[in-house]
Structure formats: C-alpha cells, structure tokens
C-alpha cells in the first residue's frame, strides 16, 4: 500500500512539474528581475562594502543602459520586460560583517534560494520570471558564480534552476563584476532550458 501511495505521489507531482514546465515553454513573454546581491560574499577583494554597493547598481543598470550587451530577451529566448527595482533595494540591506567570505567555499544553498525568491517583490506581475541570484564573488580566481532561476510568479515555485560559473575581469569595480554577469547570460543562452 506504502508503495503505491508513493508511486502515486510522485506520478502527480512529476504531472503537475510537466503542465507547469509546458506553460513555460508555451509562454512568449518572461519578467526579468535583474541580479539579486543581497546574500554574495566577497573572497579576496579590498573594496568597501559602499564601494560593491554602488557597483551592484551600476550592474543592474546595464540591462537598462547596454540592452544589446544584456539582451535578457536573447538570453531566455522569449520577449522580457524589465522589473529591477526589487534587486535595487536589496543592495541596501546587505551587512559589512556578512558580505566577506571567510573561505572561497561559499555557495547559496538550495534553501537560501528559495528564501531570496520569495523576499523578491514581484508586485502584480503574472506569469513567468527570471532572476540571477549571486553567491560567491571570488576576486582571486577571478571568477563570480549565479544561481540562474526561472519561476512561477503567482506561487514563487520555482521551475528552472542552474548555478553557473563565469570569469570575471576588466577595468573598474563595476565592469570587473559586470564581466561574470555577461558570462553568466551567454552561458544561459546556450543551454536548452525549455
């Protein structure tokens, strides 16, 4: 009996994933919500905390500013709109004592995720969203990684999920970080997600 309620459970669990991933792939339109630098950590840089801070901004920024550099529409393959304001607020409550890593170890765990995403206001957006969640900004690889989310807005479940590595480099703060977060979309936009 324990057997069948089991294969029962995840047969409907499996048909529920399916319907949802097939409203996604059948969906032309997606909600980008930017880079969430809420809970990265610094390894090896010596930056201030005000310095990353305005970096982040800047970052975000790009999507707006340098569109043909950041086309998120190329990246997801689907027509997307821009809703940043949420990951721009974020920024302003990260903690000197919790943005530097003590090791180049750090990685958001799966619950960490799924805390970001629903601390992420997606006001009364409907449909399907996207966002960059950073973890670990590593200036001595250097290298920064992103936990890449696709989700359902109305119940925050979360339907795609990657953690991507990508180099890091160029001339200022910004653009050094900015560099990874390119990366980040070219490598999304290889994959087959849907």
């Known amino acids: 009996m324990k057997k069948l309620l089991l294969f029962a459970f995840l047969f409907f669990a499996g048909l529920s994933y399916a319907q949802d991933n097939q409203g996604l792939k059948d969906s032309e339109t997606l909600t980008f919500y930017g880079v969430d630098f809420s809970k990265a950590k610094v390894y090896g840089a010596n930056e201030s905390l005000s310095e990353f801070k305005a970096a982040f901004g800047g970052i975000n920024n790009l999507f707006i500013n340098e569109q043909k550099k950041y086309d998120v529409s190329k990246t997801f393959k689907k027509e997307v709109s821009l809703s940043l304001n949420s990951v721009k607020d974020l920024v302003d409550e990260i903690k000197n004592k919790e943005f530097v890593a003590e090791s180049n170890d750090y990685s958001l765990s ?75 979309l070219k490598q999304v936009e290889k994959m087959k997600l849907y």
Not at 125 to 144: Q, R, S
Not at 169 to 174: D, I
Request: hydrophobic share 40%; charged share 30%; proline share 1%.
């Open 110 to 184: 799966e619950d960490d995720v799924k805390t970001l995403l629903k601390k992420l206001d997606t006001g009364s957006d409907k449909g399907y969203g996207a966002v960059l969640f950073a973890g670990l900004l590593n200036k001595g690889k250097p290298e920064a990684t992103y936990d890449v989310v696709i989700f359902d807005i109305a119940s925050k479940k979360i339907l795609i999920q990657k953690k991507i590595t990508s180099k890091a480099r160029g001339f200022g703060l910004r653009n050094f970080w900015a560099f990874s977060v390119h990366g980040t």
